[in-house]
Protein backbone atom coordinates (compact mmCIF):
# COMPACT_ATOMS: atom_id res chain seq x y z
CA UNK A 1 0.00 0.00 0.00
CA UNK A 2 1.93 3.47 -1.08
CA UNK A 3 1.21 6.55 0.95
CA UNK A 4 2.34 10.03 0.54
CA UNK A 5 2.22 12.36 3.16
CA UNK A 6 2.27 15.95 2.41
CA UNK A 7 3.53 18.70 5.36
CA UNK A 8 5.04 22.15 5.38
CA UNK A 9 1.93 24.24 3.84
CA UNK A 10 0.98 27.17 6.36
CA UNK A 11 -0.43 30.89 6.35
CA UNK A 12 1.64 33.54 5.21
CA UNK A 13 2.31 36.86 3.57
CA UNK A 14 2.24 37.56 -0.06
CA UNK A 15 6.13 37.70 -0.99
CA UNK A 16 6.84 34.77 1.37
CA UNK A 17 8.05 31.47 1.44
CA UNK A 18 7.29 28.09 1.94
CA UNK A 19 8.39 24.58 1.70
CA UNK A 20 6.39 21.60 1.09
CA UNK A 21 7.30 18.05 1.27
CA UNK A 22 5.74 14.69 0.52
CA UNK A 23 7.12 11.47 2.14
CA UNK A 24 6.11 8.13 0.58
CA UNK A 25 5.85 4.84 2.47
CA UNK A 26 4.69 1.71 0.83
CA UNK A 27 6.93 2.35 -2.52
CA UNK A 28 10.39 3.44 -3.49
CA UNK A 29 9.86 7.06 -5.41
CA UNK A 30 13.06 5.91 -7.42
CA UNK A 31 11.25 5.11 -10.62
CA UNK A 32 8.26 6.99 -10.93
CA UNK A 33 7.89 10.94 -12.11
CA UNK A 34 6.29 12.88 -9.57
CA UNK A 35 3.89 15.85 -9.29
CA UNK A 36 2.94 18.83 -7.24
CA UNK A 37 -1.09 19.87 -7.88
CA UNK A 38 -2.78 22.39 -6.22
CA UNK A 39 -6.25 22.94 -6.64
CA UNK A 40 -8.09 26.24 -4.96
CA UNK A 41 -11.89 26.44 -3.63
CA UNK A 42 -14.18 26.06 -6.39
CA UNK A 43 -11.72 25.28 -8.95
CA UNK A 44 -10.69 21.94 -10.51
CA UNK A 45 -6.96 20.97 -9.51
CA UNK A 46 -4.65 21.80 -11.61
CA UNK A 47 -0.45 20.76 -12.59
CA UNK A 48 2.03 22.82 -10.59
CA UNK A 49 5.02 21.32 -11.31
CA UNK A 50 6.80 17.56 -11.66
CA UNK A 51 10.15 16.07 -11.90
CA UNK A 52 11.41 13.17 -13.72
CA UNK A 53 12.37 10.11 -12.25
CA UNK A 54 16.46 11.11 -12.88
CA UNK A 55 15.37 14.63 -11.11
CA UNK A 56 17.53 16.01 -14.13
CA UNK A 57 13.83 17.09 -16.01
CA UNK A 58 11.75 19.51 -14.50
CA UNK A 59 8.33 21.40 -15.50
CA UNK A 60 6.55 24.10 -14.40
CA UNK A 61 2.91 25.88 -14.83
CA UNK A 62 3.82 29.38 -16.20
CA UNK A 63 2.39 31.12 -13.51
CA UNK A 64 5.23 29.89 -10.87
CA UNK A 65 8.02 29.82 -13.15
CA UNK A 66 10.95 31.31 -11.59
CA UNK A 67 9.35 31.24 -8.08
CA UNK A 68 8.69 27.41 -7.00
CA UNK A 69 11.65 24.87 -7.38
CA UNK A 70 10.55 21.32 -7.28
CA UNK A 71 13.14 18.69 -6.12
CA UNK A 72 13.90 15.23 -5.14
CA UNK A 73 16.15 12.63 -2.67
CA UNK A 74 15.59 9.40 -3.82
CA UNK A 75 17.16 8.23 -0.71
CA UNK A 76 15.01 9.54 1.39
CA UNK A 77 12.16 9.03 -0.70
CA UNK A 78 11.12 12.52 -0.65
CA UNK A 79 9.93 15.13 -3.28
CA UNK A 80 9.80 18.91 -1.99
CA UNK A 81 8.30 21.97 -3.28
CA UNK A 82 9.83 25.19 -2.74
CA UNK A 83 8.05 27.84 -3.05
CA UNK A 84 9.24 31.72 -3.05
CA UNK A 85 7.83 35.01 -3.85
CA UNK A 86 4.18 33.72 -2.95
CA UNK A 87 1.16 35.58 -4.35
CA UNK A 88 -2.53 35.33 -3.38
CA UNK A 89 -3.34 33.62 -6.24
CA UNK A 90 -1.24 30.51 -4.78
CA UNK A 91 -3.62 29.50 -1.91
CA UNK A 92 -5.38 26.34 -2.18
CA UNK A 93 -4.71 22.90 -1.07
CA UNK A 94 -1.36 21.09 -2.67
CA UNK A 95 -1.13 17.92 -3.48
CA UNK A 96 1.50 15.51 -4.58
CA UNK A 97 1.23 12.62 -6.66
CA UNK A 98 3.20 9.74 -7.77
CA UNK A 99 2.83 8.33 -11.61
CA UNK A 100 1.68 5.60 -13.13
CA UNK A 101 4.45 4.24 -15.22
CA UNK A 102 8.06 3.69 -14.37
CA UNK A 103 10.30 5.59 -16.31
CA UNK A 104 7.78 7.84 -17.99
CA UNK A 105 7.92 10.98 -19.25
CA UNK A 106 6.69 13.74 -17.10
CA UNK A 107 3.07 14.40 -17.48
CA UNK A 108 1.03 18.01 -16.46
CA UNK A 109 -2.41 14.93 -16.33
CA UNK A 110 -3.53 14.47 -13.56
CA UNK A 111 -4.89 11.13 -15.30
CA UNK A 112 -1.42 10.30 -14.93
CA UNK A 113 -0.79 9.80 -11.45
CA UNK A 114 -2.63 7.13 -9.46
CA UNK A 115 -1.55 7.78 -6.18
CA UNK A 116 -2.21 10.97 -4.40
CA UNK A 117 -1.90 12.29 -0.69
CA UNK A 118 -4.32 14.07 1.66
CA UNK A 119 -2.72 17.73 0.73
CA UNK A 120 -1.24 20.17 2.51
CA UNK A 121 -3.53 24.09 2.80
CA UNK A 122 -1.11 27.04 1.80
CA UNK A 123 -2.85 30.29 2.23
CA UNK A 124 -1.41 33.45 1.33
CA UNK A 125 -2.60 36.43 3.02
CA UNK A 126 -2.09 40.18 0.44
Known amino acids: QVQLVESGGGLVQAGGSLRLSCVSS????????MGWFRQAPQKEREFVSA????????EYVDSVKGRFTISRDNAKNTVVLQMNSLKPEDTAVYYC???????????????????WGQGTQVTVSS
Open 51 to 58: ISWSGDRT
Open 97 to 115: GVARVRYGPISRSQRQYDY
Open 26 to 33: GRTLDPYV
